[in-house]
């Protein structure tokens, strides 16, 4: 998962880097609005985390212009407490949800988590292909039953393809999904990458399968078309 945090507190936002980093949750954090619009159209996310008080805009007309240019992504909504017309007029101008600050952040990551999930058209905690279980919420994953060990990137691109499952991901956009400014992720990283986690799937029937040209698809062997 890839999230687009535009937050002026450095305190604040590395706070939040910190906990969505444990997760294996990519954030690019920015400190003002404007460069928010240019990384938006250029860059695939999941969710953007937006701060209302930003130095140079305001963070509803940064969602104003978005939504007014067509982008569709999950937008939560950071407000001071005292703020009630703010958050009315963001959720009226798109945003899909606010919280308060101060906020709690198990909040906030459950909050983020619906989000997303919602938006992939998803709306369960638990995602089941075949033999694999993944529950998002309490972070674990198991293959038959037993658990699956994976390391961060592993956990996302896992996530991805099974928040997918049965269409077709493209190189590019997990690519996306595994990057953040400061460590941008190759096409061919990813290549490295699905092969680590093919192995710790090697014991299932789920299987990553490479759709020439265009990317991956997650599917259960057991009812997968041949090809
Ligand atoms: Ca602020």
Redesign the pocket.
Known sequence: MRILLV???AMLADGLREAFARLGYGVDHLARAEPALTAVALHDFDLLLL????PDMDGLELLRRLRAAGHRLPVLMLTARDALQDRVAGLNLGADDYLVKPFAMPELIARVQALVRRSQSNAQSVMTLGELVMDIAAHQATLGGQALRLTKREWTLLERLLLAAPRVLSKQKLADSLSQWDKEITANAVEIYVSRLRAKLEHGTVLIRTVHGIGYRLEDARDAPAG
């Not at 701060?51 to 930003?54: C, K, N, R, S, V």
């Open positions: 937050e002026d507190d701060d209302i008080g930003l």
